[in-house]
């Protein structure tokens, strides 16, 4: 690897990605818009709460969006067709267009959620993400169940049992969710290599070794991040706790609250702005500026890959795992697993579709584990709060009483298919940088090769 930064070059999409770019920014992250007002949310945990933890609340995006949607909808039709009839180049026309049909999905589903039309929902949900891995799922409930039956001598039986009675007890094989050392150790010596990206990526900061992160430390560190890969997005509080990058707000959010380990923060800072923050800036630049706004169902491999980033942070993959702190409000290992479990239940995936009531028992136990397994006191409030975040970030769109939406799938399942890529060809990972697209996606590397953009 010789430079983070793709230099700028001219592109063979110009035009049309300068007709994509304002209508994706008009319609909006998904995940954002089809998540109902934080007023009603709210309400509903109130109602939810008041019920005994019983009555599952109803999580629709507002019906306001329709029309709004719908003429962004008809917008991204006429784009797709003009790109069709016009558009020469065949890699273009075909990765353009696979793009748009799954925006054009993405909107389908959130007006199917708004309107409580079930089958559509689910249709289009499907379409984009895939249903859940039954594999991935087995191993999920494998590797738990391992933990709580070797925790007996530190945490309350009681607790354990109604784990034991509660996680499904599927055949799984838990080794398929890590990767073996000898891949482990050659992607970490990849991004560890002199002048490489952990050098460049954290180039002009100092992080301190042995103090906590918090964002007196953290921010100017992130900011001279952001500007290192040759990015302007602002850095601000996050409204949900969570990490992320906003595309159509140019922003990155971080929690308001932030107490990291210096493994952690650097981990969630290449996954964030090392990873999807410089994949957007690299796309600019590039060939192909489509790389900037995402190829199709670029997701899986992309988050996988910088979830991949937060785990090589760490000595040994086991090390990522048993953080000595953890928060049910922070994203974890646990959290990718657990988020994955629920909407495994939820989709059917064990004898029948789990409520929102159910899971919320669920991960309560589970929450309550995984803090009692480190020795940490168990916050209740704290607790609660991480729970019902994720049952809503996993239920939002439906009724809570039948399926999941998806999207949160794809950390676990796309890091599992990152490290089987790596296997294979441990700078691949890199490979990831020059825009959105997935490293295990043979079409994406396919299409990409023949255009001359990378070569595996």
């Known amino acids: 690897m010789t ?48 019920s005994g933890y019983q009555d599952n609340p109803r999580l629709f995006p507002v019906g306001s969006h329709i029309t709004r949607l719908a003429s962004y909808r008809n917008r991204l039709a006429t784009l797709q067709n003009d790109i069709v009839k016009t558009e020469e180049i065949v890699e273009v026309r075909t990765l353009y267009t696979e793009r748009i049909r799954e925006v054009i999905a993405n909107i389908d589903m959130i007006i199917a959620a708004a309107r409580n039309d079930r089958k559509a929902f689910l249709q289009t949900n499907t379409f984009i993400y895939g249903q859940p891995d039954k594999k ?15 925790a007996h001598n530190r945490v309350d039986t009681r607790l354990l049992d109604k784990l034991l009675e509660i996680v499904p007890d599927v055949s799984g094989d838990s080794t398929l ?8 150790h050659a992607v970490q010596s990849a991004h560890f290599a002199p002048r490489g990206y952990i050098e ?16 007196s430390i953290g921010d100017p560190i992130t900011r001279q991040v952001i500007k290192n890969i040759g990015s302007d997005f602002a850095l601000t509080d996050s409204p949900s706790g969570l990490w992320a990058v906003l595309q159509s707000k140019r922003q ?8 990291l380990t210096p493994q952690a923060f650097m981990g969630i800072v290449c996954h964030e702005i090392g990873s999807h923050l410089l994949e957007s800036t690299n796309g600019a630049a590039g060939k192909l500026k ?3 706004l995402g190829l199709d169902r670029y997701e899986c491999g992309n988050e996988g890959r910088a979830f991949l980033r937060e785990q090589i942070m760490y000595e040994h993959f086991t090390d990522y795992i048993n953080q000595p702190t953890w928060s049910p409000t922070k994203a974890s290992w646990e959290y990718r697993v657990a988020i994955h479990l629920i909407i495994s239940l939820a989709s059917g995936l064990y004898k029948r579709n789990y409520h929102f009531s159910d899971l919320y ?14 020795n940490l006191p168990i916050d209740k409030t704290v607790i609660h709060d991480g729970v019902w975040s994720m049952a809503v970030r996993a239920l939002k769109g439906t009724d809570g009483t039948s399926g999941a939406y998806l999207k949160d799938i ?16 441990p700078d691949i990972i890199l490979y990831g940088d020059i825009g959105k697209f997935d490293i295990a996606n043979t079409m994406h590397v396919q299409q990409l090769s023949r255009l001359g953009i990378i070569e595996i």
């Not at 770019?21 to 007023?39: D, H, Q, R, S």
């Not at 999920?140 to 039956?149: N, P, T």
């Not at 990526?201 to 301190?208: C, E, V, Y």
Request: aromatic residues 10%; contains cysteine.
């Open 361 to 374: 028992h669920l991960l309560t136990l589970l929450f309550e584990f995984w803090t009692a397994k480190r």
């Open 290 to 292: 489509l790389l900037e």
């Open 200 to 215: 460049q990526l954290f180039a002009h900061t100092n992080i301190p070794e042995q103090t906590i992160i918090t964002p």
């Open 410 to 425: 794809v950390y676990l399942e796309g890091n599992i298919r990152c490290w089987q890529a790596a296997g294979k060809n």
């Open 3 to 50: 430079s983070l930064k793709t230099p700028h070059t001219s592109s063979i999409d110009e035009h049309w990605y300068h007709r994509l770019k304002p209508l994706l920014a008009g319609i909006g992250e998904t995940f954002v818009t089809l998540e109902p007002p934080a007023n009603e949310l709210q309400h509903a945990r109130h109602q939810f709460i008041r």
């Open 252 to 259: 990155v959010i971080r929690p308001k609250d932030l107490s």
């Open 177 to 184: 969710l890590q990767p073996r050392d000898e891949v482990f």
């Open 136 to 150: 991935v799922f087995a191993a999920s409930c494998a590797w738990i169940r391992q933990e709580v039956m070797t």
